[in-house]
Each structure stands twice: as C-alpha cells, then as structure tokens.
C-alpha cells in the first residue's frame, strides 16, 4: 500500500490548516511535515495508527501527531463528528525556535498527566473549532491566533517530552529515511519498498 506525502494548504491568512468533518472517519497512511491536533467530537472507539502503533479514542479525546509521523485512521460505520488542525512548521519554527526539538505526548484522556491542562488545550481547540465555522472576519481571525497561540503555549509547557540522545548512525538513519521520502513521494511508496531501499526491517522503519 501507497505511503502518500499529503501536501498541506493553510487556510487564508492563518498558519494551519484547519478541517471539520461528520461521518467516515477512514483516513488512509500518509504523513505531512507539520505537527497535527486532533479532536473526536462525537464517536466511539475510532482507530487511530501511528508509525505502526494502534491508539482508541472516544468523544472528548484530543491527540497530537509529531511531524513526519506516518498515520492513518479508521472505525465502524456510525455517528461521527472530529476536527484538527495541521500547523504550518515553517511558521512554527520561525515564530517559536524551541518547538523545533519537540517531541510532544498527547495521545487523548488516558495518556494525561496533568489534568488542568488538558482540560485548558482542549477548550481552546474547541473555541479554535467555534471560531472557524463562523464566517470569517479580521476579529474573528485575530480571536482564532490568541486562542492559537495559547494552545502552542499549552504544547510546549506540559506535553513536550525530552527525546532520549540518539547515536549518530541513529540520527542520520533518520534523516535519510526523511529525505529519501521527501524526495520520492510522488512515486508509489510503501513501508516495504522503504524498508527494503534502506535494508532495515518494517519493525526498525516504524520507529
């Protein structure tokens, strides 16, 4: 199966991209560079699968997605309703340097350490949702940033988790992978046909 780059638009005048959406929640693999929210509204178990990793969540969950993270979703037919917003990764880093080493954990309810703040950044990921589904106005986008960057603020002070140093041979795997994907996603891409450019197993590319 296809691995596709999904090329992400922002929308007008604001540094993600935003989406609102009710019913299927089958999403096939792919990976973008900048760092993905998610929120599921309404619905129960939707499977959600990253770098091989399968995760469930329900109504009131909100999860992040690391950049260039491969992920996929899926669930049962039924009532469903989520949203999420992909970060512009150049305004991001430019905007704030330090996110450019994150390494956020934030995989719904169950993962929480901290309560207050999760109950914080999901509220202002709700109030982003309310905002962008109204019609779109200067003030309105300026109440959309404030809640925006309180949420970068939140992401930064209680779900960033410090990676483990890498050995060099580690690090470079990494970037190679990274740019070998990055060069080649227009073309039929798999996670067997990677594995198998590199001569690692799947096992070893999920990670």
């Not at 995760?55 to 009131?60: A, D, I, L, Q």
């Not at 986008?141 to 939140?154: A, E, G, T, Y």
């Amino acid at each position: 199966m296809a691995i596709k780059h999904e090329e992400v638009q922002n929308d007008p005048r604001l540094p993600f991209y935003f989406y609102h959406r009710l019913g299927n929640v089958k999403v096939a693999e792919h990976w973008h560079q900048g760092i993905e929210i998610n929120c599921l509204v309404k619905g129960r178990d939707l499977r959600f699968a990253v770098n091989g990793h399968t995760f469930h969540f329900n109504s009131g969950d909100v999860w992040v997605v690391n950049r260039n993270l491969i992920h996929s979703s899926s669930g049962e037919k039924g009532d469903w309703e989520y949203f999420g917003l992909i970060i512009d990764d150049d305004f991001l880093v430019s905007e704030f340097p330090p996110s450019k080493n994150w390494n956020l954990n934030l995989l719904g309810q169950k993962s929480i350490a901290d309560p207050e703040a999760y109950a914080c950044l999901v509220g202002e990921v709700k109030k982003i949702d309310e905002l962008m589904l109204r019609p779109f106005t200067e003030v309105g986008r300026l109440k959309i940033l404030s809640h925006f960057f309180n949420v970068i603020v939140l992401l930064d002070q209680f779900f960033n988790e410090e990676e483990k140093g890498e050995s060099p041979l580690e690090t470079g795997l990494v970037n190679e992978v990274i740019t070998f994907i990055q060069d080649n996603f227009a073309r039929d891409l798999s996670a067997e046909s990677i594995s198998r450019h590199f001569h690692i197993s799947q096992m070893t590319l999920n990670k």
